[in-house]
């Protein structure tokens, strides 16, 4: 699957389940919208990583690596808490992004051998 899916996969995961952490909080935590901002970002330069804009590629790829390491600390709180649904909300956008990541990684891979064949 291409970059621009994944990542646009991992956008709405991080929309919907950052919304539904927020509701489920009774909208008192707000920092359970961040995750909901950064996959707003993330469709919002989608179309330049669709289009192998080298710049929109690697300004998506910091982006979901910041995400990935500001879901740590909630997923670590959820589990003290022994929320599990936050556990898997929180679990479940670590997992897409980490897949969003690796997705990057190859591509960027294949870019690179595809220039110096």
Not at 18 to 35: C, K, N, Q, R, V
Not at 74 to 101: N, Q
């Amino acid at each position: 699957m291409r970059p621009n899916i994944i990542s646009l996969i991992n956008a709405a995961l991080l929309i919907g389940l950052g919304s539904w952490g927020y509701i489920d909080s009774g909208g008192e935590a707000f920092t359970a919208l961040i995750p909901v901002f950064v996959g707003i970002i993330l469709v919002v330069i989608n179309p330049g990583v669709k289009k192998e804009n080298k710049i929109a590629a690697h300004i998506a790829v910091l982006i979901t690596f910041l995400i990935l390491i500001g879901l740590i600390k909630p997923f670590i709180a959820s589990l003290g808490r022994e929320d599990l649904m936050a556990t898997l909300r929180v679990g479940l956008m670590m997992a897409s992004t980490v897949w969003a990541m690796v997705s990057f990684i190859r591509s960027f891979r294949a870019a690179r051998k595809a220039r110096n064949s």
